[in-house]
């Protein structure tokens, strides 16, 4: 992967570039069959909440901040309390626990070809 500035500067931040990955498109093209193949098993499996928005077709934050928005305003109408907590997990692919997670996806009933494609994708 390479990083192409934004700009014309000379000198320019990590977040004023865009990543452009340098991989073939064979493999691009093995990563969206992966990803067809593993959404199906999710989907199946029913692991993800209706609240999740991420790795999933058809939903976005915008659905979800229209669903945040509606709860507070019932919260407000029936003068009660509204929590939200919200996390940031940008940086946490980088230290994610590859052990834990072949453990959990083992746990969680993941085809074996599934999880030896992922194990060789993420330590290759």
Not at 9 to 26: G, K, M, N, Q, W
Not at 65 to 88: E, P, R
């Amino acid at each position: 992967m390479i990083l192409l500035p934004k700009t014309k500067c000379s000198t320019v931040s990590v977040e004023d570039t865009r990543p452009i990955s340098l991989l073939p498109c064979f493999s691009k093209l093995y990563e969206k069959c992966f990803l067809v193949h593993f959404r199906i098993w999710v989907q199946d499996a029913g692991i993800l909440p209706d609240e999740q928005t991420g790795f999933r077709q058809g939903h976005n934050m915008a659905v979800q901040i229209v669903s945040i928005i509606d709860q507070i305003g019932q919260s407000l109408n029936q003068n009660t309390a509204a929590a939200a907590l919200f996390v940031d997990f940008k940086a946490a692919f980088n230290q994610l626990w590859y052990k834990g997670l072949w453990l959990k996806l083992r746990r969680l009933g993941c085809p074996l070809h599934l999880l030896a494609w992922l194990r060789s994708y993420l330590k290759n």
